[in-house]
């Protein structure tokens, strides 16, 4: 069963940064694709960032010119730089493949608050 571990989360002011990083029990190019998802308090989780193995990315509306999501083959590792951090990116953050497989892992918190 394939595992996903998440981190890199925290607090940080508005207008921050942060970088999270996600790593697999399970190579990542057996996935057709990695992606980065959060839930807000309150809220359904959501999509924020997608990479597939060509190397295309895509973006919720709301994180465009702002995040950005990378991924390193050699180390099996997915990242999302995070910049011009706001309030309303409070979340737990997530990885997962993209599509989606039921397994998710234990998220990484990150607060965006002065």
């Known amino acids: 069963q394939v595992q996903f571990v998440e981190s890199g989360g925290g607090l940080v002011q508005p207008g921050g940064s942060l970088r999270l990083s996600c790593t697999s029990s399970?190579?990542?190019?057996?996935?057709?694709?990695m992606g980065w998802y959060r839930r807000a308090p309150g809220k359904q989780r959501e999509m924020v960032a997608t990479?597939?193995?060509?190397?295309?990315?895509n973006y919720a509306d709301s994180v465009k010119g702002r995040f950005t999501i990378s991924r390193d083959n050699a180390k099996n590792t997915v990242s999302l730089q995070m910049n011009s951090l706001k309030p309303e990116d409070t979340a737990v953050y997530y990885c997962?493949?993209?599509?989606?497989?039921?397994?998710w892992g234990q998220g990484t918190q990150v607060i965006v608050s002065s």
């Open positions: 997962n493949a993209a599509p989606v497989t039921p397994n």
């Open positions: 399970r190579t990542f190019f057996r996935f057709p694709g």
């Open positions: 990479i597939r193995n060509g190397g295309s990315t």
